[in-house]
């Protein structure tokens, strides 16, 4: 069984970081991200950041220069550093992508369970 599993989570006061991992298990060869998502209740899960075909990264408006994505391609993990928390931040942040996985098939826009960050005035 695949899975991508997000940690890093928690409860963090305004100020604070956090970094957040979305790593692959199971039979997994190779994942192409494509980005960290976030969530809150009654609101449609909206992107926060994300590597561009070009290689570089594009991030939602709210949290650049605050935000950093970054991999990890040996470990197939991605990352999430999270500084300059602030409450609006506060959401369930899904990674997502798509998962090379034995006999050259691509599982595309898979996503993980999600962490809850949760970011206190």
């Known amino acids: 069984q695949v899975q991508l599993v997000e940690s890093g989570g928690g409860l963090v006061q305004a100020g604070g970081s956090l970094r957040l991992s979305c790593a692959a298990s199971?039979?997994?060869?190779?994942?192409?991200?494509r980005g960290w998502y976030r969530q809150t209740p009654g609101k449609q899960r909206e992107l926060v950041a994300a590597?561009?075909?070009?290689?570089?990264?594009n991030y939602a408006e709210s949290v650049k220069g605050r935000f950093t994505i970054s991999k990890d391609n040996t470990k197939n993990t991605v990352y999430l550093q999270m500084n300059s928390l602030k409450p609006e931040d506060t959401a369930v942040y899904y990674c997502?992508?798509?998962?090379?996985?034995?006999?050259?098939?691509?599982?595309?826009?898979?996503w993980g369970q999600g962490t809850q960050v949760t970011v206190s005035s």
């Open positions: 997502n992508a798509d998962l090379l996985i034995p006999g050259g098939h691509w599982v595309y826009n898979y």
């Open positions: 199971g039979r997994i060869f190779s994942i192409n991200s």
């Open positions: 590597f561009t075909s070009g290689g570089s990264t």
